[in-house]
C-alpha cells in the first residue's frame, strides 16, 4: 500500500474497517495496524447499544463475528462487552477509534449504519466534539435521513452519500444538499467523475482491492479510494 498511496498522491486512500486483509475488521488492533500506514483515514461503523453505548461493529447483529445472535440495538453494552469477536477481539467504542485516529492524524470516515433519530446523531456529535476532532471526520451513510440531519446540526462539515447505483435522483440530492459521493467502484466511470467534479462534489469509491483497478481508478482521477489493503 505504502508504493500505491506514494504514487498518487492526488486520490486519498481510506483503510476500510481498519485492515481486514491482516487483522480482523472493526478491531482496535487493525485500526492501529492501519494507522502505521500512509492512509488518509480509517473507515468504521457505529452503533448504539440498548443503553446508548456507542459501539464499533459493521453489522447491526453478532452472528457472523461473535457466533452469538444478538442485535446491537437489543443488547446492554455490559453484555457485548464481554464477548470476542472470532474469540480474540473485543468490540471496540467509538471513543477508542477516535484516540487512535487522532494519535497517528487520519481523518476519520464514520459510517452511521442504521438509522439514527437527531437525538441520537447529536449525541455521536457531542461525543466527537469531546475529543476536538469534529474537523477530522467525514460521515457516511446509506440512510439519507441521517445525512440531512447530519447537516441540519453541522452546517459545515464533510457529508457522502453510500450507494451502488448512481441516478438523477442521487445527483439531485448531492446538489441540493452539497454532499460527496461515495459509490460501488462498479459505477465509476471518467463521466462520473468529470460530471461531480464540474459540480464541486468530490467522489470516493469502495471496496477496491486489485491492484490494476486501484491504479485505473487513480488514473481517473478519483478522490477517495477505500481499500481492506492489497
Known sequence: MKTMIKKYPNTK????????????????????????????????????????VAIIHHDDNLIRLANIDLNINETSYEVLSTLKLKDTY????????????????????????????????????????????????????FHREN??????????????????????????????HRFDLSIHHSQVTKDLINL????????STWTVNDKVLMESLAKLGIDYITTDGI
Open 90 to 141: 473485543k468490540i471496540p467504542l467509538l471513543d477508542a477509534y477516535i484516540d487512535i485516529c487522532k494519535t497517528y492524524h487520519k481523518e476519520a470516515i464514520i459510517e452511521l449504519k442504521p438509522k439514527f433519530s437527531l437525538d441520537q446523531i447529536k449525541f455521536f456529535i457531542e461525543k466527537i466534539e469531546a475529543h476536538d476532532y469534529l474537523d477530522h471526520v467525514i460521515f457516511i451513510s
Open 196 to 203: 461531480l467534479h464540474k459540480n464541486d462534489i468530490k467522489i
Open 13 to 52: 486512500f481510506i483503510a476500510h474497517r481498519g485492515l481486514p486483509s491482516k487483522v480482523l475488521e472493526n478491531t482496535l488492533e487493525g485500526f492501529k495496524k492501519a494507522a502505521k500506514l500512509p492512509f488518509f483515514g480509517i473507515e468504521t461503523d457505529i452503533h448504539l447499544t440498548l443503553d446508548q
Open 147 to 176: 445525512l440531512v440531519q447530519l447537516k441540519s446540526i453541522l452546517k459545515i462539515c464533510n457529508i457522502q452519500i453510500l450507494t451502488d447505483t448512481f441516478d438523477e435522483d442521487i445527483f439531485n440530492f448531492l446538489i441540493k
